[in-house]
C-alpha cells in the first residue's frame, strides 16, 4: 500500500478493454490458433459410448413394432434405448405441452422423429447401427405444408388477432384498395458446429452436461425431468457454441437428454453429436409463411387501412411457436403506422418437424410482409416505394406525442423512433436517388441483365415478450491480487457477448480487460436463467454484472473511505487507481486490504427489464423496452434469361446506441444482413411428398458463400445512444440486422419489374432462388405481352 | 479390421498412429493426434472446416482417408503459428475481427495461407472465389476478405 497522492503522470487516462473500446472477441486468439475448446473438443473421458438416434421414417404412421435384433448384432453396439428405459417423464418441450417426446411411442408425427438410440463404443459403430432397427409403420394421412393444413384448419390453437381502429370501414373507404400473398420458405440454422452433448455422471445419480446450448437452464430442467430428478442434481456448463442462431435454444434438450439418459444407465460419459445430415431432419427451423394482405391507402401511399392474415408452418409440436408467431404479429407493421389494422396469425400443425427459433424470431417474417406492401403500392401509384415508405414512417422520436401517429397495432407508444432521420441520412450516403435513375438508364439499355435497387428500414422490439424472461443474474469474485473472476447466465455463440459483459466489468472497476476472467456458463453458478436469445444478451446480463461490480465497488468503497478517513462519496475509481481522499490505492491493494478487513469480495448481480408489460388477452400493453432500426440499401442484378442473380452494392446503417464494442457490433450487422439475405434468396428447404427434407446437407442447401459477398459493403453505426437506460446507453443488436437483409429481396423484385418497364408489382416470393427469379421474369413478361 | 500403422509428418513433427481403414483423417487428427482445431462442419466436403494441407494441396480432411496420409507433410491450423508468434493471417484475421463463433476459422485460415502460398498478390475476386468452399455462418465474409488482403501484403512486405 502507497499512501501517496496521485501522480497524473503516471497513471492511464484510459482503460485498455473499457466500454466501447472495438476490442477483439475475447477468444479471437485461440479461434486463430485453432485451442479454442468447444463441446466436441472436450478429451473424452475413458469409457465414454457415442450415441446415435434412430429415426423415423414416415411422417405420420402408427409405430406397430421395432425389432433391434441387427442393432444389438451390431460390432460395437452397447446398448440401446427406447421411451421404456426412461426413468422420469419421457419429454422435453420447452414450455410444458408435453409434445416433443424424447422418445415416440405408438405414433410418429414427423419424419426425422427420433424413435430410439443407440449406444456404442464409437461414433460410427453407434450411427451404423442406427440405420438396422426393424421398425413396422401403419401410414396415417399427414399434412405437410401451410396450404394444407389451412384447408384443414390443423392448428395448434385458436387463431390469435389483435390491431386498433376499424380496419374494414377504412377498408371499404379507402381511395385505393389491393390485396396480395406473400409467401417465404423457412431457413435451417446451419450453426457449423452442430447439436452436441456430453454427459457425465457423477456421485449419488448426479450428472454434468457439457452441452452446445443457449439456454443452459432449459438444459438443466429437461435432463432433470427425463432422469426424474431434482434440478440441484443436474449440471449444465457450456463455454462457446460454434454458433447458435437460435437453433440452440431448445434444440439441445434432446440430445442432451439422451446422452445424460446413456450416462444414468450405464454408469458410462455419454456423448450424442448429430451427424450433419441427421441435424437437418432431427431439429426445427424458422417457420415459412404464407401472409395474405388486403390494403387501403390514398394517392401518396399513404394506408389508411389494412388486414393481415399470416399462417405459419409450426410442425407437430408448440416448442416456442406461440411467441414466434406473436413475434410476427409484433412486427407486422415494421415501421410504419397503420391507423386501422387487424392482424390474425394462424399457427399450423404439421406432420413436419417443429420449427424453433431463429434470429428474428416471427420479426422477419412479418416484417418482409408489410415491406411487399410497400412495394405493392409503389407499383401501383408507379412511385418509388422509398416515398411510399417514408409516407408512412411512424412519427419521429420528439414529434410522437400528440401526432396521432405513434400507436402501433399492439397499443404500444412510439417514442423512440429514428428511421426517418437515418433512412435520410443512408439516402445520401448511399447515392440512393442518383444511383435509382442510373440504374433504370441502364436497364433501359440492357436487354438481357438488369439491375434493381431497394432501400428497406427496420425497426425491431427488443425484450423477450414474455415479460417473465426479461431477468437475468451474474457472479463476480474479486480475489486478493485484484484479479476478477466474472460469471453469468448468458451464453457465448460468436455474438461477443461474454467480450461484452467484461468491458462493462472493467469500466466498472477501472481496470484493464486482461484482469476480468471470463468463464464458462454453469448452472451452478448463476441459476434459473433465461436463454440467450432475443437479442437480448448484453443488456441483462451486462446490467446483471455491472450491478455486482457496484456491489463490491461499494464494499471497497466504505472500507477505504475508512482507511483514509473521508467520506464515501470521496472515493472514486480512476483507470488503474482507487482514490480515496488523499490515499491512492491500486486495486490488488484494495481486495488484499478488504480481505484482510474480513470484507466479501463475491457478489451477484441482478436485473430486470423495466417498463415492460403485456396481455396477451387484450392485445394490449408494453411488450418492448425499446426498438433497435437500421436501414440497408441493396443494388443486385439478374440475368433475365436463367434467373441467376448477384448482389453489387450493399449499404448500411445501422442503431446499436452507444455501442459497447463497434468492432464486434459491425461483425453482428454484417452476418446478420448476409444470413437474412441468404434467408431471401439462396437458402431453400425442398421437402418431398412424403415429408422428407430432401436438402438434408450443404450439398444442396445453399448458404452464402463467399463468392456471393456483394464486392462493395459499407457498413456504419448510427451515431446516437439509446433513450432508455440501458447498459451504458447501448442497443442490442444481435437479430435486427437480418431483417436489413429484405432489402436483398426487394432489389431482386425491382430488377424484375424492369422487366415489364416497371408498370407491375413483380411479386417475387421468397426465397427467391434462380429459378424463383426466372419464373416472375416469364410470369412478368407473359403479362406484359397480353397487355 | 486390423488397424493400419501410419507415419506421417505432421506440423513438422514425425506422427505415427494406428487408424481404421475406413477412418478419415480429419478423424485421425482429431481423436489420435488431439489436433482439435481441424472441425467438422458437414463432413462431407462442403463447409471446409477440416481444412488441412497435405503435401501443400488444400483438401478437407473428412473426405481423405487417414491411411492415405502415409508419408506425407500435413499441416493444420495449429502448424500456422510460429511458438507464440502468430502466422500473419492469424494476425490479421484478429485484427479485422474476421471472426465470430470461430468454429470455421481454422479452415479459413489454412485455406488462406494454400492460396498465399500458390499467389502472393492475389485480387479480391480471386480470394472471394478461392474461399468459396469455405463456409462462415456468422460473419458476411467481409471482414475475412479484408484480412487475407492485408495479411497477402504484409506477407508481400516482409517476404
Redesign the interface.
Known amino acids: 500500500m502507497q499512501d501517496t497522492a496521485p501522480k497524473p503522470a503516471t497513471t492511464p487516462t484510459r482503460i485498455t478493454g473499457g466500454v466501447g473500446d472495438?476490442s477483439?472477441?475475447d477468444?479471437?486468439?485461440?479461434?486463430?490458433?485453432?485451442?479454442?475448446?468447444?463441446t466436441?473438443?472436450i478429451?473424452e473421458p475413458p469409457g465414454t459410448l457415442h450415441i446415435a438416434l434412430g429415426l423415423s421414417t414416415r411422417a405420420h404412421a402408427e409405430v406397430l413394432a421395432l425389432d433391434f435384433s441387427q442393432v444389438h448384432a451390431a460390432s460395437g453396439v452397447v446398448a440401446v434405448f427406447t421411451a421404456a428405459d426412461i426413468p422420469g417423464r419421457n419429454d422435453v418441450s420447452p414450455i410444458g405441452k408435453s409434445d416433443d417426446p424424447v422418445f415416440a411411442t405408438g405414433l410418429v408425427e414427423h419424419y426425422g422423429q427420433s424413435l430410439f438410440a443407440v449406444a456404442a463404443t464409437s461414433m460410427?459403430a453407434a450411427r451404423r447401427a442406427a440405420r438396422l432397427a426393424d421398425v413396422i409403420y401403419k401410414d396415417k394421412p399427414a399434412i405437410l405444408t401451410v396450404d394444407e393444413a389451412m384447408d384443414a384448419k390443423s392448428f395448434l390453437s385458436d387463431p390469435y388477432t389483435f390491431g386498433i381502429g376499424d380496419p374494414d370501414a377504412a377498408l371499404a373507404a379507402a381511395p385505393h384498395r389491393l390485396k396480395g400473398r406473400v409467401r417465404m420458405g423457412g431457413q435451417e440454422?446451419?450453426?457449423?458446429?452442430?447439436q452436441v452433448a456430453l454427459a457425465i455422471p457423477g456421485e449419488d445419480g448426479d450428472v454434468t452436461v457439457h452441452s452446445s446450448t443457449q439456454h443452459p437452464t432449459e438444459i438443466q430442467h429437461s435432463v432433470a425431468h427425463v432422469l426424474g430428478l431434482p434440478f440441484n442434481a443436474v449440471t449444465v456448463e457450456v463455454r462457446?457454441?460454434?454458433?447458435g442462431?437460435g437453433g440452440k435454444e431448445t434444440q439441445g434438450n434432446l440430445p442432451a437428454a439422451v446422452a445424460a439418459l446413456v450416462a444414468a444407465k450405464t454408469g458410462r460419459p455419454a456423448k450424442l453429436r448429430y451427424?450433419?445430415d441427421d441435424d437437418f431432419e432431427v431439429t426445427g427451423k424458422r417457420h415459412d409463411f404464407r401472409i395474405d394482405y388486403d390494403v387501403g391507402f390514398d394517392a401518396g401511399g399513404r394506408i389508411l387501412g389494412i388486414t393481415f392474415e399470416q399462417a405459419a408452418r409450426c410442425g407437430m409440436s408448440f416448442d416456442l411457436s406461440m411467441a414466434i408467431c406473436d413475434r410476427a404479429m409484433f412486427h407486422a407493421d415494421n415501421c410504419y403506422f397503420l391507423p386501422n389494422v387487424r392482424i390474425t396469425s394462424y399457427r399450423c400443425k404439421t406432420n413436419t418437424v417443429s420449427n424453433t427459433a431463429f434470429r428474428g424470431f416471427g420479426g422477419p417474417q412479418g416484417m418482409a410482409g408489410i415491406e411487399r406492401v410497400m412495394e405493392a403500392i409503389a407499383a401501383k401509384l408507379g412511385k418509388d416505394p422509398l416515398a411510399v415508405r417514408r409516407a408512412n414512417f411512424y412519427a419521429a422520436k420528439g414529434k410522437s406525442a400528440g401526432s396521432g401517429r405513434s400507436l402501433t397495432p399492439y397499443h404500444m407508444e412510439i417514442e423512440d423512433c429514428i428511421i426517418g432521420e437515418l433512412t435520410d441520412e443512408l439516402v445520401r450516403t448511399s447515392g440512393y436517388e442518383k444511383r435509382r435513375a442510373g440504374i433504370r438508364a441502364w436497364n433501359a439499355k440492357s436487354p438481357i441483365l438488369k439491375r434493381g435497387i431497394s432501400l428497406t428500414p427496420v425497426k425491431f422490439g427488443i425484450s423477450f415478450t414474455n415479460t417473465l424472461m426479461n431477468q437475468a443474474g451474474a457472479l463476480l469474485h474479486l480475489y486478493t491480487d485484484g484479479s476478477l473472476h466474472l460469471n453469468h447466465g448468458g451464453t457465448e455463440?460468436?455474438?461477443?457477448l461474454f467480450q461484452k459483459v467484461a468491458q462493462v466489468v472493467a469500466e466498472e472497476f477501472q481496470c484493464d480487460l486482461s484482469n476480468v476472467k471470463i468463464t464458462a456458463t454453469r448452472t451452478d453458478k448463476v441459476p434459473n436463467t433465461s436463454p440467450t436469445a432475443a437479442s437480448s444478451g448484453s443488456d441483462l446480463n451486462g446490467m446483471a454484472a455491472r450491478e455486482a461490480a457496484r456491489t463490491i465497488k461499494m464494499r471497497l468503497a466504505e472500507m477505504l473511505a475508512v482507511e483514509a478517513g473521508t467520506d464515501v462519496e470521496a472515493v472514486r475509481f480512476i483507470p488503474g487507481r482507487i482514490i480515496a481522499g488523499r490515499r491512492t490505492f491500486t486495486l490488488p491493494e484494495a481486495a488484499a486490504l478488504a480481505h484482510a478487513r474480513r470484507i466479501s469480495l463475491s457478489s451477484t448481480g441482478y436485473y430486470a427489464t423495466p417498463k415492460i408489460h403485456w396481455d396477451r388477452a387484450s392485445g394490449k400493453g408494453r411488450p418492448f423496452f425499446y426498438f433497435a432500426y437500421g436501414a440497408a440499401v441493396t443494388e443486385s442484378a439478374i440475368d433475365t434469361l436463367t434467373g441467376e442473380n448477384r448482389m453489387l452494392r450493399v449499404d448500411i446503417l445501422h442503431d446499436a446506441g452507444r455501442s459497447l464494442n463497434p468492432?464486434?457490433d459491425?461483425?453482428?450487422i454484417?452476418?446478420g444482413?448476409?444470413?437474412g439475405a441468404g434467408w431471401l434468396t439462396t437458402e431453400e428447404l425442398v421437402w418431398d411428398g412424403k415429408g422428407r427434407l430432401s436438402t438434408h446437407?450443404?450439398?444442396t442447401y445453399k448458404?452464402?458463400?463467399?463468392?456471393?459477398?456483394p464486392?462493395v459493403?459499407n457498413?456504419s453505426l448510427w451515431h446516437g445512444e439509446n433513450s432508455e437506460d440501458t447498459i451504458y446507453r447501448s442497443k442490442a443488436v444481435g437479430e435486427p440486422p437480418l431483417m436489413l437483409g429484405i432489402s436483398a429481396l426487394l432489389a431482386l423484385s425491382d430488377a424484375v419489374a424492369s422487366v415489364g418497364g416497371y408498370a407491375g408489382d413483380a411479386a417475387l416470393d421468397a426465397p427467391a432462388t434462380p429459378e424463383r427469379v426466372l419464373m416472375a421474369v416469364q410470369a412478368l413478361k407473359t403479362r406484359v405481352a397480353a397487355g | 479390421m486390423s488397424n493400419i500403422h501410419v507415419t506421417t509428418t505432421v506440423n513438422g513433427d514425425v506422427m505415427e498412429f494406428l487408424c481404421e481403414p475406413d477412418e478419415s483423417l480429419m478423424d485421425a487428427l482429431r481423436d489420435r493426434l488431439s489436433l482439435t482445431g481441424v472441425k467438422e462442419g458437414c463432413g462431407s466436403g462442403d463447409c471446409g472446416a477440416c481444412s488441412v494441407t497435405v503435401d501443400g494441396r488444400l483438401v478437407c480432411s473428412c473426405l481423405v482417408l487417414a491411411a492415405e496420409a502415409e508419408g506425407c507433410k500435413i499441416t493444420t491450423v495449429e502448424g500456422l503459428a510460429k511458438g507464440d508468434k502468430l502466422h500473419p493471417l492469424q494476425q490479421k484475421f484478429l485484427e479485422h475481427a474476421a471472426l465470430q463463433c470461430g468454429i470455421c476459422t481454422p479452415g479459413f485460415l489454412v485455406a488462406s495461407k494454400a492460396l498465399l502460398d500458390r499467389n502472393p498478390n492475389p485480387t479480391e475476386h480471386e480470394i472471394r472465389y478461392w474461399l468459396a468452399g469455405n463456409l462462415c455462418r456468422c460473419t458476411g465474409y467481409d471482414k475475412i476478405v479484408r484480412a487475407v488482403v492485408d495479411a497477402a501484403a504484409e506477407l508481400r512486405r516482409t517476404a
Open positions: 472495438p477483439p472477441h477468444s479471437a486468439h485461440k479461434h486463430v490458433a485453432g485451442t479454442a475448446i468447444y466436441d473438443d478429451p460410427l440454422h446451419f450453426y457449423l458446429e452442430g462457446r457454441m460454434g454458433g442462431f451427424d450433419r455463440m460468436g455474438q461477443g468492432a464486434i459491425l461483425g453482428q454484417e452476418g444482413f448476409i444470413q446437407a450443404p450439398s448458404i452464402p458463400a463467399c463468392s456471393d459477398r464486392p459493403m457498413m
